[in-house]
């Protein structure tokens, strides 16, 4: 089967933590087992205007969809880090269910709870819908857990731990 994982990794080339987790992913059993296809969603970060960020929302939208139905692919993996990346992935969550598919969204700690104490009621909402919509919600730790399911306890939120055990540092 075909897994598709959207992502706001950097240009290629560029190194950073999500081409590194791809590269282990490709190499690993999951790769063996699966087709994996990355599609990026980066954008060089510049300030918009409201009209140029649904833009661009409506265009991820469409993205997901036309990415899904060609591809066939049996769900999509779409990996959040914040507040803008929660955002900008909703779109792409959003056109995955649009076509029909289970949409995974990781939730990779940054400061998401403390952007949602300081959002506006209609912001919360949105954030919400977004915990609603997903398939599931993936998160690093029970404390992760426990912020999301505070913000919106119908999420169904699952733990994948980060791999690497901190207890051996200290």
Known sequence: PKILVFVPFQPRGVACGFSSAAGACAGSRVGENYDVELLSTFRAHRDRNILERLT????????????????GAALA?????SDRGLLSHAAVMFGVRL????????????????????????QRALIRIILR???????????????????????LVEVIPNSVNCLHFE
């Open 77 to 81: 993996d779409i990996h959040a880090v």
């Open 133 to 155: 919509a997903a398939t599931r919600v993936v998160v690093l730790s029970e404390t992760w857990r426990d912020r999301i399911k505070a913000i919106e306890p119908r999420t």
């Open 99 to 122: 076509a029909g598919r289970p949409a995974l969204l990781r939730i990779h700690g940054g400061d998401f709870h403390l952007v949602f104490e300081r959002a506006s009621r209609l």
């Open 56 to 71: 661009f929302g409506v265009w991820l939208c469409a993205k997901a969809v036309w990415q899904i139905l060609r591809s």
